[in-house]
């Protein structure tokens, strides 16, 4: 019998990779080897292939994780972590639209599974700064705007004062929008052209939901953009920091952490 494992058996064995390295920042690569049960060869492949794709550094004899600027700025990086937390989120986020609605979504990776939903919901027009929300929904008969500014091609979107310009013409029942960092409530960027989209991203909508991974919390970057208070609702995950929900919840926030199946192999 054949021990070739399938593809999806060994791209589940490089994101294992990918979170041992994340939480260690510097490991050696025959520790991994040995701690995932796999020869060095194989270990040496699964580094290659995550380098290539910027999802960690590799170097003679270790690897290192992406440092938190590089992190929040690849696109990559960010969509394929937390995939099982963040398709849980995109679940609940849909039940917060409404047929005709105009919903507003901003350029995080943890609102894509909420876009391929809005793709089945007749009547919506989405609002977004995101190249690949438009490209998520560009099979579908869902109305799309896509606001322009400056192109920035880490984060596959635009950011900019134009960008909350074109937003001025728009009446949104409904804004989605993510947080790179949360920290006893405060939410930070580590870009400024971000940071004040998402503050006036959310000052343009009847209502505002924060979706936040678990992941997210308990870190801050360097631009802040105000803090939870300003949402209706937190919708994160079960495995969110307690503390953390518990000072939402203090502000006057509704808080769902959904449940997900984890897989830490």
């Given amino acids: 019998m054949s021990s070739r494992k399938s593809r999806a058996e060994v791209e589940q064995r490089r994101q294992a990779?990918?979170?041992?390295?994340?939480?260690?920042g510097e490991v050696r690569i025959d520790d991994l080897a040995a701690r995932l049960g796999v020869s060095l060869?194989?270990?040496?492949r699964d580094l290659d292939d995550l380098h290539e794709r910027k999802l960690l550094h590799k170097r003679r004899a270790v690897a290192i994780a992406l440092s938190t600027v590089d992190i929040e700025s690849s696109l990559r990086f960010r969509e394929n972590m937390h995939r099982e937390a963040k398709a849980a989120i995109g679940e609940e986020l849909r039940h917060h639209v409404t047929p005709?609605?105009?919903?507003?979504?901003?350029?995080?990776?943890?609102?894509f599974p909420?876009?391929?939903l809005l793709g089945q919901t007749e009547d919506t027009h989405v609002i977004t700064n995101s190249l690949r929300v438009a490209?998520?929904?560009s099979e579908s008969t869902t109305q799309v705007t896509l606001l322009g500014d400056r192109f920035y091609p880490d984060f596959e979107s635009c950011a900019g004062p134009e960008v909350v310009r074109q937003l001025e013409r728009f009446h949104?029942?409904?804004?989605?929008?993510t947080a790179t960092c949360v920290h006893e409530g405060r939410l930070s960027?580590?870009?400024?052209?971000?940071?004040?989209?998402?503050?006036?991203?959310?000052?343009?909508?009847?209502?505002?939901?924060?979706?936040v991974d678990h992941s997210k919390?308990?870190?801050?970057?360097?631009?802040?953009?105000?803090?939870?208070?300003?949402?209706?609702?937190?919708?994160?995950?079960?495995?969110?920091?307690?503390?953390?929900?518990?000072?939402?919840?203090a502000l006057g926030v509704k808080v769902h952490a959904v449940a997900q199946t984890w897989d830490d192999a």
């Fill in 135 to 137: 490209y998520l929904l």
């Fill in 17 to 24: 990779v990918l979170r041992h390295v994340g939480k260690g």
């Fill in 217 to 249: 919390f308990g870190r801050s970057a360097t631009y802040a953009h105000g803090d939870v208070s300003g949402y209706d609702t937190l919708i994160t995950d079960d495995a969110a920091p307690p503390g953390e929900t518990a000072v939402a919840q």
């Fill in 189 to 211: 960027h580590p870009m400024r052209e971000y940071a004040e989209n998402k503050e006036a991203f959310l000052h343009s909508a009847r209502r505002a939901v924060l979706a």
């Fill in 172 to 177: 949104v029942d409904v804004a989605f929008l």
């Fill in 114 to 116: 909420l876009a391929r």
């Fill in 100 to 111: 005709g609605s105009t919903v507003l979504l901003d350029c995080g990776s943890t609102l």
């Fill in 41 to 44: 060869m194989t270990m040496h």
